[in-house]
Structures are given as structure tokens and as C-alpha cells.
């Protein structure tokens, strides 16, 4: 949720931060300097609320002020609360979350990386045109896409199910045309054609060579698509009707509808609020640990050899 | 049982008007009515024939009621969804009806949407399986709620009486120590509690048609009224309705009542921090407030609504729900029988009294001393539930709603809403909301009395 924005935040951060650095001896630009702060800071506050505010119970959250902690520190007693609210339904959204946005990101980068690289290497009928199909695709929000794509999967009797969750997240146009950017120029016409000389097939080429110069698009493309399955809400809301199949979204969602239900209504604010803090953190340690390999992925191809 | 998003309400609205226009031709409303009685035989049949049901309903915990009904039943075995609250509940129902496919059985429903579930035909007639021999059970105007003239359409699981909740502490302070018996006794307070607290007396929210139907509901207005088949009646600009808008209207422009949408951070914050001395609500308000503002415990003190005439002591509704059978069930003898019990059962109507906090609309728990003597110690040992049942017998016995309460309410968020928020002429506002309802129904093919 906030880490999607955040996390790229801090790349962005990083990633100047760095040239600052070695260029040491020149002049550093002080308005500069100060604009990333506060670019750093407006993208830092929510997820510095959201930290703040799960170490609240119900009550100091809305009688204490925002920003700082509350008159007690109720952390790890929320911890629990999410744990065990509806006997730990949430443990069943996360692995559903985990899997319904594992299985897509890696399926998305597979089929991204073979259409990029396809696109990019290959020149046959209709290339021109099915990219531009791609490319238009682009535009198209998933959101709009939500409901015709409910009609078809009704009709495959589809619904209600995980592959309602994973089938249309394995479609990602930008990954395709990331990766078509990308394959341009990480894999030299020259280094497949000594392939093909040399006697391998173009799949081996694909997976022996071509697939690993790629790597760090990949990475960029797991990370797109990881991040985008892993917020989706509006899909899996028209999708699924059974509370043991909801991803975190809609689940965390459908708690906090209960916060306010009037009669019957359970006060699980704080309960909310400490499974979003939790439910981000697993993006957050994702961008961590692949940090390295996106930062070359949007690096490289920038400059031409 | 009464929020609904507001950023949903157009989508809903949108999709009730594909509803009815697909089955609004085809089909003659009113439900399904099956002509003859079905037998108690038939009743011990079904129930302990292997049965599976599935039951969508968004009350936390109710899974222990059905737990009730698993035990004496053992032969239905009763799934319990919860696919979303208020609006996006009724979107999921209209899209499985639509789709045929993946339907519940049961179906829990707020009494203002009954009706744009019957005009579908989408309702079962419980009346066929003997619903009618429990209305006496049921405070009346509750029954009236879940009947027609045409059949009986839902099991009352809980309902929202008016009355009103403020803090004591910050009225003694502007010297109002006891509660306003009569609106114009309301304003002489709110005048006081402003002066001398900076607090308002109240908050009429700006996202919340239920809670200004439910004052006009008071004040004895019929705003809507449906046959059940093609007709309906408008009328929320009526003089009476503009007379209980415009004694608002005065309040909010004085600034002695608060116009925050409800149920958000803001309005919690404002509950919290005594921004509201109190606030006009329902009967499930006491259970919510303690859970929302537990730190204001002991200074809140719950009261009957101030009146329009001293002379009566009437009430509205604000909320509360009952459990429906779709028509498409393929068991509705043990579906109406799982409506019954969770609502009608001793064991069961209790326990959602006191385990789920849902305000009973059940005699059996209504009358029950231990529901009504319990003392709450967050309104400093009121007996909140006595008062609020005592309440539940001046509403209004007769209020009907609109075959498309969406778009109603929907346009009531753009219109008057937005006019409440910007204090603009609410009279003004009610003659757009009626021609805008009127045009609708019009459109609708509906003939408007």
C-alpha cells in the first residue's frame, strides 16, 4: 500500500544520493537537497503514521494526536488482536496474498520477458501491430478491464476462485514493453547469432543466454507485478465471495466496513491499522533484498554502447 | 447494520436500474408466492434431509448463532459469508442473482432495501411457510416493515429506535441538566452549549440519509410509499418534511450543529474529543460508542428524542436489518427455517442481543429482564436497554420505502447532503431531490402517486 509508493521513493532518494557522493568535491545543491527532503518526508509521514498509529488502542487513536505515540503502547496487544481476530483469519488472507501475488509476478515476468524478447529479437507478420496492441493496452486501466473480465470468468464458471485472482494478473502489457526496451539493448544481436552459429536452438538461446542478461528487467518486472497483485483490490472484490480466499485488501477492507456497522459493530480500528502496517511489510523487505537488481534494471539501456 | 459507502452508492444505483429494467418487463412483482401452506411434515422433512446452505450476512460472530441452529439441526450444514457491508453486499447479491450462479441462500438486508429486492421478484414469500403465526412476536412496526399486503419478505433481526445520546458532563456545564423535552427546548440548549462549551449539540451528517429519514420519520412524514407493484408515492418535499429540515437548517447556520460526515476519522475524533455534546442516533449507538470512545466512559446519558409536540412521545428508525430467503434457493423450506431460528429462537435472539450488541426487534428478548435491567456503567448505570425498548413502541408504526432506495439515498448524498454541508436553502434542496426522484420513477416505468 503506502511502500509502493515509498519504496520507489527511496530508490529515487538513493539513487541521487549516490553521484552526490562521489562527486564530493563539487558543489552541492542546497534547494535540491532540500526539495528530495521533502519529497522523502511526504512519501516517509504515511507510513510513519501507520507505524505510530498501530501502537494505539481505539481510543488514544482518536483522542491523541496523530503524529506521535499515544498515552499507551498497545503494539504488540494489536499484534495479537490481528492475529486472532476471527480466529486468525488474517494468517489466511496473507498466504493467500502471498500466493495469489507470487504465482502472478513470477508468471507476469515469464510471459513479459518472452513477449519483450520476442518483440525485441524476432521480426515477424503482425509484429508491428500486435505491439502497438501492447502498447494501447498500456492505457487501459485494470480497473475498467474489471468487470468485462468478471463476465468472462463467470461464464468459465471461473469465479470465486484463485485462478479468478492469478489469471488476469499474469497479463502485464508494460512489463511486455518494459522488457521489449529493455531486451533492445541488454542482448546483442551479435551474442545470438554466434548462439546460432555455435548450434543452439532459440529456446536454449532464450534460456541459456538471452534470460539471464535479462535479469535485472526481470527483476523490475517481478517487482511491478508483485507490487500490483499484491495491492489489488477492486479485482478480487467483484471476484471473490468467500472470506477464506480474500487477499488482505479486500479482507482488511472488510474489517474496517465492521469497525463501523452501527449495531453488532466491532471497534477493530486498531486492528486494521496494525494488519495494513503488517501487510506491507513483507513488499518493503521484497525491495530491500531486490534493490540492487532494479537499480541496474532501470540503470542500463539507459545509455547506448 | 447501516453504513453504506458513498462512493458505492452510484455504482448500486446504477446496477438496480439494470435490475429492474431486465426483470422489471418480464415478470410481475411482488415476489414469489407459493399458494399453499407448506405442511409441518414437509418442515421435518427438509430438515433433516443432508442439506448445504450458504447465508451472506456481514454481523460479526453470527456464526455462533447458526452454531444454534447446526446443533438442533444437524442434517443442514450452513456456510456463513460475509462478501461486504451495506451497498457492496446488495451489488454481490444483484451480480450472483444476474449471473445465476453462486447465490445465497439467505440474505441479510436492511428494511429499507426490502423493496428494491421485491420489485425483482428476487424475494421469497415467507408467508407460504408460515411467517405470519410469528408476527406477534415482533414489535408491530417492525412486522410492517418486513410485510406487505403481498407476503412476508424477511425474519427482523435488529433494528435502530431514536433517541438521543449526549454527554452529560459538557450540557451540565452549560447549565442543561436534564434532557430537552421538545425541539424548541433542543435549540434553547444547543443555543447554551454552544456559549459555554463551543460544543455542538449534535451532528447531522452530510453522507447520511438513514439518519435524516429517520428524524422525518419522527416527525410522522411519509416521504416514500410503495404498493408493491407499479406505483409509488414522493413526497420528500412535503410541508411537514420541509418544517423538520428547516428547523435544522436554522441550527446549522447558527452553528449549533455540526455537519461532518459520519463514520469516519474526523467524526470519531470529534466524538472523542466532546466536539459533539451529543448526538440524535439509534439504538445501536451505546454498543458502538463504547467501543469507538471507551475513554468518555460514565459521562454519556441516554434519552428519549425531543419532540415536535410536548404532548407525544414519538420516535424514528435509524438502521437495523433482517434475514431474507432469495427466490433462486433450491431449499426454502430449511433456508426460511435458518431465518427463523437465528431470529425467533430464544437461545439465538438472546445471544445476538447481548453477544453481537444488535438491538433486538424480538419481543422475547424486548421483554426480557435481563436484557432490559442490565445496567451499563459507560451512561453511569442507565438502564439503556430498557429505555431504548420502551422506546422501540412510539415509533411510527407505518413507513414505507422506495422499490430504488439506492438512487434515493445516492441523490440524497449530491443534493441534499452537499446542501446541509455548504448550509445552503434545504428547501430548495427537497424540491430538487423530489423531481429528480419523480423523473427517475417515471423513467423506471413506475406511476407516481
Known amino acids: ?305 | 447494520m447501516k453504513k453504506a459507502p458513498r462512493t458505492a452508492m452510484k455504482l448500486v444505483g446504477s446496477a438496480a436500474v439494470a435490475a429492474l429494467l431486465l426483470t422489471g418487463c418480464s415478470s410481475s412483482p411482488g415476489g414469489t408466492t407459493a399458494k399453499e401452506t407448506t405442511s409441518q411434515d414437509q418442515i421435518d422433512k427438509a430438515l433433516t434431509t443432508p442439506t448445504k446452505l450458504t447465508f451472506w450476512t456481514w454481523v460479526p460472530g453470527i456464526e455462533k448463532e447458526v452454531a444454534l441452529f447446526e446443533k438442533k439441526y444437524p442434517a443442514i450444514d450452513v456456510t456463513v459469508e460475509n462478501v461486504g457491508q451495506g451497498l457492496p453486499h446488495y451489488q454481490k447479491i444483484r451480480t450472483a442473482l444476474q449471473s445465476k450462479d453462486g447465490a445465497p441462500d439467505v440474505v441479510q438486508m436492511e428494511y429499507q432495501y426490502l423493496p428494491s429486492f421485491t420489485v425483482t421478484n428476487s424475494l421469497l414469500d415467507l408467508s407460504a411457510y408460515g411467517a405470519k403465526g410469528v408476527a406477534g412476536d415482533y414489535v408491530d412496526w417492525v412486522w410492517n416493515q418486513v410485510s406487505t399486503d403481498k407476503g412476508v419478505w424477511a425474519y427482523p433481526q435488529d433494528v435502530g429506535p431514536m433517541g438521543n445520546l449526549y454527554r452529560s458532563d459538557i450540557l451540565t456545564k452549560a447549565g442543561v441538566t436534564s434532557a430537552p423535552k421538545t425541539y424548541e427546548e433542543y435549540a434553547t440548549a444547543a443555543k447554551k452549549v454552544k456559549d459555554a462549551t463551543g460544543s455542538t449539540i449534535s451532528n447531522l451528517a452530510t453522507n447520511d440519509p438513514a439518519q435524516v429519514v429517520g428524524l422525518l420519520w419522527q416527525a410522522g412524514v411519509k416521504p416514500f410509499g410503495y404498493d408493491g407493484d407499479k406505483t409509488v408515492s414522493i413526497n420528500v418535499n412535503s410541508p411537514e418534511a420541509k418544517k423538520v429540515l428547516g428547523y435544522w437548517q436554522d441550527l446549522i447556520q447558527k452553528d449549533l450543529v455540526s455537519t461532518d460526515a459520519d463514520f469516519n476519522d474526523q467524526f470519531y475524533q470529534g466524538l472523542a474529543g466532546g466536539k459533539y455534546a451529543g448526538w440524535l442516533t439509534a439504538a445501536w449507538a451505546p454498543i458502538f460508542l463504547q467501543g469507538t470512545v471507551a475513554d468518555t466512559a460514565g459521562k454519556w446519558t441516554a434519552a428519549p428524542m425531543p419532540q415536535w409536540d410536548a404532548t407525544k412521545n414519538v420516535s424514528g428508525n435509524w438502521g437495523g436489518s433482517a434475514d431474507a430467503v432469495l427466490s433462486t434457493t433450491k431449499n426454502p423450506i430449511a433456508a426460511e427455517e435458518l431465518a427463523k431460528f437465528i431470529n425467533h429462537d430464544q437461545e439465538s435472539t438472546t445471544m445476538l442481543a447481548t453477544q453481537q450488541s444488535l438491538f433486538p426487534a424480538a419481543k422475547n428478548v424486548l421483554g426480557s429482564p435481563t436484557f432490559t435491567d442490565a445496567k451499563s456503567d459507560f451512561f453511569g448505570g442507565q438502564t439503556v436497554n430498557k429505555l431504548f425498548a420502551d422506546i422501540s413502541n412510539t415509533v411510527d408504526k407505518k413507513f414505507e420505502w422506495l422499490p430504488f432506495t439506492d438512487y434515493a439515498y445516492s441523490q440524497f448524498n449530491e443534493i441534499v447532503g452537499t446542501s446541509i454541508g455548504e448550509k445552503k436553502d434545504l428547501s430548495t434542496a427537497l424540491d430538487t431531490w423530489q423531481d429528480v426522484l419523480v423523473k427517475y420513477a417515471k423513467d423506471q416505468g413506475f406511476t407516481v402517486k
Open chain 1, 1 to 305: 500500500m503506502t511502500a509502493t509508493i515509498t519504496a520507489p521513493a527511496r530508490e529515487n532518494a538513493a539513487g541521487h544520493a549516490k553521484p552526490s557522493k562521489r562527486r564530493q568535491g563539487k558543489k552541492r545543491s542546497l534547494p535540491l537537497t532540500i526539495l528530495l527532503w521533502l519529497c522523502a518526508l511526504y512519501f516517509l509521514l504515511p507510513l510513519f503514521w501507520l507505524f505510530i498509529a498501530s501502537t494505539k488502542d481505539n481510543s488514544d487513536l482518536f483522542s491523541t494526536f496523530g503524529l506521535w505515540f499515544g498515552n499507551r503502547f498497545s503494539l504488540w496487544d494489536n499484534v495479537v488482536s490481528v492475529f486472532t481476530a476471527r480466529d486468525g483469519l488474517y494468517l489466511r488472507w496473507a498466504l493467500n496474498t502471498v500466493l495469489y501475488a507470487g504465482v502472478s509476478a513470477i508468471g507476469a515476468s515469464l510471459v513479459a520477458t518472452m513477449a519483450g524478447y520476442a518483440f525485441a529479437k524476432y521480426t515477424f507478420p503482425g509484429s508491428r501491430v500486435l505491439f502497438s496492441l501492447t502498447l494501447g493496452a498500456i492505457m487501459i486501466p485494470l480497473t475498467a478491464l474489471a468487470l468485462p473480465t468478471y463476465l468472462l470468468f463467470n461464464a468459465a464458471s471461473l469465479t470465486n476462485t484463485p485462478w479468478a485472482m492469478i489469471l488476469p494478473s499474469l497479463v502485464s502489457p508494460f512489463g511486455v514493453f518494459l522488457m521489449r526496451v529493455y531486451a533492445a539493448d541488454a542482448v546483442p544481436d551479435s551474442m545470438i547469432e554466434a548462439a546460432r552459429v555455435d548450434g543452439a536452438g532459440e529456446f536454449r538461446i532464450f534460456w541459456q543466454v538471452s534470460f539471464r542478461l535479462l535479469g535485472p528487467g526481470v527483476v523490475t518486472v517481478f517487482l511491478f507485478a508483485l507490487v500490483a497483485t499484491w495491492n489489488n483490490y477492486f479485482l478480487p472484490l467483484i471476484m471473490l465471495n468467500t472470506s477464506s480466499l480474500y487477499p488482505l485488501t479486500v479482507g482488511l477492507a472488510q474489517q474496517q466496513a465492521a469497525s463501523a456497522a452501527g449495531g453488532g459493530a466491532q471497534a477493530l480500528f486498531s486492528t486494521v491499522i496494525t494488519g495494513s502496517l503488517i501487510s506491507v511489510v513483507p513488499l518493503i523487505i521484497a525491495f530491500l533484498f531486490l534493490q540492487r537488481y532494479w537499480e541496474t534494471g532501470l540503470a542500463t539501456g539507459g545509455v547506448k554502447e
